[in-house]
């Protein structure tokens, strides 16, 4: 059975987007299938993994408003190999106002649509989020069983943000989805040769012991390199630091989901 995990901040510009496709790409690399699910409106995931001026015959929208209409109706193949996607569309971003009229019932849409048909087709199913903890956010908490937040070493803000998502797990766990784990943090976007990053990791270490990932993801140019050409760091970027470290977050995080503590 695959595992869902959910990449929430409530903060945007952290590396949510950017984790999710990066990682799920290199969780693949050593089998299995993974999909990504956008449910932010920006829909940036949708158009790093599909590339740009697709249309798609369903989307997140036509999966959350239509009670019939099953996750696969959407699915749809990304660029890389072995990684699917539930793409979204600008549109969804007036959904929340509808959707969020008929709590609580409506949070649990994602995960009922989710959790069967994903979790028998999917090794790993990564759910990117918008930077409020809004409906699409809480409904992707809802569907999950852990969440991973990132913080960006250069935001202070990020580090407050990892506050209200730990905050909202807690609601979560006692409001339906008692299942639901914060997995890890991540540092990302660390320069370790100046003293600031330093300072900023061991506080975390002092803070989050045993609740971060040993692996860290370096500030790196390549990122937005990958990103300007709708890739992810394992197309031509492939040799870089950046693209080591992600190989390495997979590896780490295979480790800890097969003896979850
Ligand atoms: P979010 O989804 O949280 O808003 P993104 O994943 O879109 O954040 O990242 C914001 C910007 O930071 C993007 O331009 C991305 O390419 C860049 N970025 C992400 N991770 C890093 C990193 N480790 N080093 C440098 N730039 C990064
Ligand atoms: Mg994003």
Redesign the pocket.
């Known amino acids: 059975m695959g595992t869902i995990i959910t990449i929430a ?1 409530n ?9 999710t496709c990066n990682l799920a790409h290199a969780l693949t690399l050593k089998g299995g299938r993974a999909l990504v699910v956008d449910t ?1 409106s920006q829909c ?1 995931s949708t158009s790093l993994l599909t590339g740009n001026g697709i249309t798609f015959q369903n989307s997140l929208y036509d999966i959350l408003t239509s009670r019939d209409l099953v996750a696969q109706k959407a699915i749809v193949e990304s660029k890389i190999k072995k990684v699917d996607i539930l793409p979204n569309i600008s549109d969804t971003a007036v959904l929340e106002y509808d959707l969020s009229q008929n709590l609580p019932d409506n949070y649990s849409i994602l995960r009922s649509k989710l959790r069967d048909y994903s979790k028998k087709t999917y090794q790993y199913i990564l759910i ?1 989020t918008p ?1 409020n903890l809004g409906f699409f956010s809480l409904s992707s908490l809802f569907a999950a069983d852990f969440c991973i937040v ?1 913080i ?1 070493a250069g935001s202070a803000y990020s580090i407050e943000g990892l506050l209200r998502v730990l905050t909202v797990i807690e609601k979560i766990q006692e409001d339906g989805n008692p299942d639901l784990r914060f997995l890890r943090l991540l540092v ?3 320069d370790r040769r100046t003293a600031m990053g330093r300072l900023i990791v061991s506080e975390l270490e002092d803070n989050f012991r045993g609740k971060m990932f040993e692996t860290h ?5 390549v ?2 390199q ?2 300007y050409t709708k890739a992810t760091v394992f197309g031509s970027h492939s040799a870089t630091y ?1 693209a080591k470290a992600y190989r390495e977050l997979a590896a780490e995080l295979r480790l800890i989901l097969e003896s979850p503590e």
């Open positions: 901040n903060k945007g510009g952290v590396g949510k987007t950017t984790l932010d940036n990117d930077p990132p960006s990302n976007n660390i993801i370096p500030r790196s140019t990122f937005e990958a990103e950046g």
